[in-house]
């Protein structure tokens, strides 16, 4: 299977640093899970493409093209 690519915001790198480690690690696996399985991973919220991942109280949205196999 194709591994997806992974695109960040400069939003998300800013808000990526003010997390605690055990926070970015969390993001990170996430991530990571992304790369390896696309869109199985988190809920499809309103368009099948925009999804969401929880961790915690916190939440990570991403947009999951199959076509282009990227995660924006």
């Known amino acids: 299977m194709e591994r997806y690519r992974i695109f960040t915001t400069d939003e998300f790198d800013r ?11 969390r993001v990170r696996k996430i991530i990571e899970q992304l790369n390896e399985q696309g869109e199985t991973i ?3 919220l309103q368009v099948p493409f925009f999804r969401e991942k929880r961790f915690g109280e916190k939440r990570l949205y991403f947009l999951c093209y199959k076509i282009q196999y990227a995660i924006l």
């Open 42 to 44: 988190g809920k499809p």
């Open 15 to 25: 808000d990526y640093e003010k997390l605690d480690e055990s926070d970015k690690q």
